[in-house]
């Protein structure tokens, strides 16, 4: 089985960029799709990024999502910070056998 | 429209076991595929496991192998979670999930709080 590893927390102030990493412990980054969940206390995740860089309806475009098979890594970007968008956010990934595998998730903060 | 309706919250003593449910409607319930994740108070995701409510097969993460049951009752379009000989870690809120396309969890439910205190 493999690990997705996050940073545990970032910060940046409003109106800036920032970027969540998770790191694929073995196998391919590439070779699974890559989704992001965003969980606000008190609530069920959602779905900021599915299949590495889609949007579901309803998501703001200031959300994109990457991959990067040089590091097997997976990216999430949230530009024009707001404070709404203070939250825990998890990546999650598969392998073949079909076993799952969540981040240990990075907790936004935005002051 | 979709919903993942989950049974309340329970008290559980070690070494017990408990049910949790979740009420699906909305859609074809045969159509998709439904996965239990859990989170441990001020903790990450936990994936336990997935059933295809056509057929009832599962696939549950090793880690809860031998402890671990997911069913489903097609009339009633609902899915069970079991968990048996439980403890202390065992305290979480549990998730069922429903899987859209390849592998992304598009409905949630609420979420089910599990206590196992003595």
């Known amino acids: 089985n493999f690990m997705l590893t996050q940073p545990h927390s970032v910060s940046e102030s409003p109106g800036k960029t920032v970027t969540i990493s998770c790191t694929r412990s073995?196998?391919?980054?590439?070779?699974?799709?890559v989704q992001w969940y965003q969980q606000r206390p008190g609530s069920p995740p959602t779905t900021v990024i599915y299949?590495?860089?889609?949007?579901p309806s309803g998501v703001p475009d200031r959300f994109s999502g990457s991959i990067d098979s040089s590091s097997n890594s997976a990216s999430l970007t949230i530009s024009g910070l707001k404070t709404e968008d203070e939250a825990d956010y998890y990546c999650?990934?598969?392998?073949?056998?079909?076993?799952?595998?969540f981040g240990g998730g990075t907790k936004l903060t935005v002051l | 429209q979709v919903q993942l309706v989950q049974s309340a919250a329970e008290v559980q003593k070690p070494g017990a076991s408990v049910r949790v449910s979740c009420k699906t409607s909305?859609?074809?319930?045969?159509?998709?595929?439904i996965h239990w994740v859990r989170q441990a108070p001020g903790q990450g995701l936990e994936w336990m496991g997935i059933?295809?409510?056509?057929?009832?097969?599962?696939n549950y993460a090793q880690k809860f192998q031998g402890r671990v049951t997911m069913t489903r009752d097609t009339p009633t379009t609902t899915v069970h979670l079991g968990l048996s000989s439980l403890t202390s870690d065992d305290t979480a809120v549990y998730y069922c999930?429903?899987?859209?396309?390849?592998?992304?969890?598009?409905?949630w439910g609420r979420g089910t709080l599990v206590t196992v205190s003595s």
């Open positions: 999930a429903r899987q859209s396309g390849p592998a992304h969890l598009d409905y």
């Open positions: 909305g859609y074809t319930f045969s159509g998709y595929l």
């Open positions: 059933i295809n409510p056509s057929g009832g097969s599962t």
């Open positions: 073995s196998g391919s980054i590439v070779t699974n799709y």
């Open positions: 299949k590495n860089s889609q949007r």
């Open positions: 999650q990934s598969y392998d073949t056998t079909n076993y799952w595998v």
